[in-house]
């Protein structure tokens, strides 16, 4: 039956933010050998899935339809049962859903790290800061525009995390140079270098994206920028519809040798997106 999660998937298979179509399958094959994944935008904003998924399906004869989603939406899907795993990179959310009985184990898949992007010109005159927070207050009190996600995403929950780190109450104290847009990582780019704007972005999305314009890196390697992924499969003893050992399997692939090394193999230009640390049982 082609039921709420097939048209769920379906529907965000063909949704337009970097216009990629992860995989798609007729609805006849869909109850076969298929599975749903709710992540974050950064795993197909960057690319990652759309290297990955075919050599997956290709050891295992699963597809997997991606549902690509801000990381706190994306946990909801799984609450829902909307999906049979999920993929997203916001530790402390991950462990209230698993402390809430939504998901079996969590297991740590890979890193990156988050960049402060802004324009060359740098109006705020923040470029070669290694303090992100103090980077953060300059742009406040200068009054620089700065684009957030406003989605409840794992980059969004980074940034208002960086804010308060730095004394920043951003509720009170943002003012029109603030703008929340509520979408993923591409919209939030795009709209930086159409304001001349400050915008966090995950390293990978930002390798990937190409309209990059006159947006450049401006900050970089602070230790608070580090930026984990983890993947859960859904409770099947809440959701009996989760499909358990399809789910498991793509999990055990990503943590697997062979997982862990085609993701170290993601490249473009070179430059290596993503560094897997399955083996880091703290990460």
Known sequence: MFNRRMLIATAALYSVGFGLVVVATPPALA???????ASTTSTRDSGLFEYLLPLFTKKTGITVKVVAQGTGQALDTGRRGDADVVFVHAKSQEE?????GNGVKRFPVMYNDFVLIGPKNDPA???GMRDVGKAFVTIKDKKADFISRGDRSGTHS??????????????KDKGPWYKAIGQGMGAALNTAGAGNAYVLSDRGT???FKNKGNLSILVEGDKRMFNQYGVMLVNPAKHPNVKKELGQQFIDYLISPEGQKAIAN????G?????????DHNA
Do not use: C, M, T
């Open 31 to 37: 109850q076969d050998k298929s599975i749903v994944v």
């Open 96 to 100: 209230k859903f698993l402390a809430e």
């Open 125 to 127: 005159g923040i470029k």
């Open 158 to 171: 980074a940034e208002l995390r960086l804010w308060k780190a730095a004394g920043v109450d951003i509720a």
């Open 206 to 208: 930002w390798i990937h």
């Open 266 to 269: 993601y490249k473009i230009n």
């Open 271 to 279: 430059e290596q997106l993503f560094y897997p640390n399955a083996n």
